[in-house]
């Protein structure tokens, strides 16, 4: 059993089901003594948490969306994140930075170049032995159509800015996951979001013992 510090994302469109499942896999962490950090993006921190609306309500250019997001993740990483890697906890975090390649870069169209400078900028830890642009060690994509996940979130709640876009938008969203996977298949698990939510669930947890991480 691994007991060092493991950074676990989750990933998808609106409606793709994935919050569902976190909650129950920091149980299943927690049921066999592993200290588990729960956290999202944008916010995990007082301050990301004012980013955060900022960015899912206030009308602005992609620019701007992406500065704040990058902004509000490197509060996150200093003072959430690298902590409770560093004591050896589990983190689980809804979204990290696919997601802003996803939505301000696919989805919005804004530079993907400026976006991995940002990254590099923004996740790079100094180390004894180099450079270490923080990445998670698993992301668990949930991919969905963008009419199923549409269908799912109506009448749901009030949308923010987001979810409130029409479906082009989230196939665009869509395509950016499936390129970050492309890019880094090693660290991505992709999971067929429209099953039956047990279906879901076994295939999340299959993932993760696959890693060695839960027995």
Known sequence: MNTSGIFISFEGIDGAGKSTHIDGLAKAFEAQGRAVTLTREPGGTPLAEKLRTLVLNDAMDAMTEALLVFAARRDHLQQRIEPALARGDVVLCDRFSDATFAYQGAGRGYDLQVLSYLEHLVQSLGRNDGVLVRQPDLTIWFDLDPKIAAERLAGARIPDKFEAQPVAFFTRVRAGYAQRMQLQPH???????NQS??????DVLQVIHQRGWLR
């Open 187 to 193: 660290r991505f698990a992709q999971i067929a979001a």
């Open 197 to 202: 939510r047990e279906t879901v669930w076994h």
